[in-house]
């Protein structure tokens, strides 16, 4: 028996993999051979596309569409409207099914609303990209990015304040987690929150 909530209005194509405790909401479409985790929310009117994998704790919010290849770690948020691409070059009159191409966003990461994630890209751990930018290229673990096209801002903590860092440390205002900067990248030394 199903340990999982699923709207009445929704549709669960089979095969498909629904962890423990996740919830599936109106007018919501899961195709088959899809693998989400558990205490996962799906909101209203979501489309994920086969081949889709979510990790647990993942939040999907309203009108967002899952296509194929694209991955998405525990603990990720995807916002409101925001966008996946799956082709780079795509025409009506020519089917390019396999040039799909990967996009993964990992653990920890936050896409805002009406966000557009161009396919073949990385969306690095706890990277936080802001609602309406356009995401060409991989982003760093932690990074904040936003624009069109998206560009690093700065850096931001699991929390999602901002971080500062000075002489390659930084410690957050809010939660007190530090921060290791090497080589232009961020190594957590010390996590609290």
Not at 8 to 33: V, Y
Not at 81 to 100: D, Q, Y
Not at 108 to 126: F, H, S
Request: charged residues 20%.
């Amino acid at each position: 028996m199903a340990n999982y909530f699923v709207h009445e209005s929704s549709i669960i194509d089979q095969p498909c993999e629904i962890g423990d405790h996740t919830k599936i909401w109106h007018f919501s479409h899961i195709m088959k051979d899809v693998i989400i985790g558990e205490k996962c929310i799906i909101s209203q009117n979501v489309f994920i596309a086969s081949g889709v994998v979510l990790g647990n704790n993942v939040k999907v919010q309203n009108n967002v569409s899952i296509y194929r290849g694209v991955i998405c770690e525990d603990d990720v948020f995807l916002g409101p409207s925001m966008v996946f691409t799956n082709v780079i070059n795509p025409r009506s009159f020519i089917e390019r099914k396999n040039e799909f191409k990967q996009t993964l966003v990992k653990k920890g990461a936050t896409i805002g609303a009406n966000a557009t994630i161009v396919c073949g890209n990385t969306i690095g751990r706890y990277t936080f990209v802001g609602a309406g930018s356009v995401v060409t290229k991989d982003t760093p673990d932690y990074s904040f990015v936003y624009g069109v096209p998206a560009k690093q801002r700065g850096w931001v903590c699991r929390c999602t304040e901002k971080l500062t860092f000075r002489d390659n440390l930084a410690k957050c205002s809010l939660c007190g987690s530090k921060y290791k900067m090497v080589d232009g990248n961020i190594v957590e030394e010390i996590v609290r929150c």
